[in-house]
């Protein structure tokens, strides 16, 4: 089973990393890109996006996941571009042993399943103008 700490957030935009981050303040929490960000995206649009976040809310504490499911290039992309983990096909090959141990050395961690569809707060910053995103996001979190 795959562990993520409380709360796991998906955004699909800067919208909703700065809505998760006013929101959860100091609370740890993850930031969950969209699904197959790796291969849709790209692993270096999905840093950026972190990066902007992590200047703009110092104090935030969570942590970036990429989805790269169907891009395992875009892992070891991740992992030299400092994100904290990725979600990746499970494959059971030593391609993935390795992965983990280059991540290892780095505080960076490996998925081999996304969090479960229940467990994700899907933040639909894609859609909703901001105060309506912190205001559902609080009202989710209680």
């Known amino acids: 089973m795959t562990v993520f700490p409380d709360p796991v957030i998906r955004i699909h935009g800067i919208k ?3 809505s998760a981050c006013r929101v959860l303040a100091d ?3 993850v ?7 790796a291969q849709i995206n ?17 104090t ?5 996941i990429l989805d790269c499911r ?11 571009i400092g994100l904290d983990g990725v979600i990746i096909d499970p494959t059971g090959n030593r391609q993935t042993e390795n992965l983990r ?12 399943a ?15 103008p901001d105060h309506e995103l912190d205001r559902r996001l609080g009202a989710s979190l209680g």
């Open 101 to 112: 141990d280059m991540g290892q050395q780095r505080g960076f961690q490996v998925f081999t």
């Open 16 to 18: 909703g990393a700065r």
């Open 42 to 58: 790209g692993a270096q649009w999905f840093a950026g996006l972190v990066g902007l976040t992590r200047d703009e809310f110092p």
């Open 60 to 64: 935030a504490a969570f942590r970036a």
């Open 70 to 80: 169907g891009r395992m290039s875009g892992a070891l992309a991740a992992i030299e």
């Open 114 to 128: 996304p969090p479960p569809a229940d467990a994700i707060y899907e933040m639909e910053d894609h859609r909703l």
């Open 27 to 29: 609370r740890p929490f």
């Open 31 to 37: 930031l969950l890109s969209p699904e197959h960000a």
